[in-house]
């Protein structure tokens, strides 16, 4: 059974940081491009960043560019996302997930999230 757990959310003061860890239980880890999403109370899920399989190619939503940054280490099975500056803005459930082999853009497994909460 795959399974893919978010760790890293808390409560933060804007402008501060944090960094989520996405630890994953697949077995071919390196060969799934990895994204983070993010949910507030109310709205859809959003894309937040994408990393492809290799870690050489990285994508983000306009919102966090300069911010956030995504990377991964696949030796551990597991992805970050770094966000820097954070607002009240970002204030979300945020979950990870791997990405279909075949089809880009469509996300075979996630994870359950975990909370972003920043104070202003």
């Known amino acids: 059974q795959v399974q893919l757990v978010e760790s890293g959310g808390g409560l933060v003061q804007a402008g501060g940081s944090l960094r989520l860890s996405c630890a994953a239980s697949?077995?071919?880890?390196?060969?799934?491009?990895m994204g983070w999403f993010r949910q507030a109370p109310g709205k859809e899920r959003e894309f937040v960043a994408r990393?492809?399989?290799?870690?050489?190619?990285?994508n983000y939503a306009d919102s966090v560019k300069g911010r956030f940054t995504i990377s991964r280490d696949n030796a551990k099975n597991t992805v970050y996302l770094q966000m820097n500056s954070l607002k009240p803005e970002d204030t979300a459930v945020y979950s990870c997930?791997?990405?279909?082999?075949?089809?880009?853009?469509?996300?075979?497994?996630w994870g359950q999230g975990t909370q972003v909460t920043v104070s202003s």
């Open positions: 697949l077995r071919t880890f390196s060969r799934y491009a």
């Open positions: 997930a791997a990405e279909n082999r075949v089809v880009r853009g469509n996300y075979d497994y």
């Open positions: 990393i492809s399989s290799s870690g050489d190619s990285t």
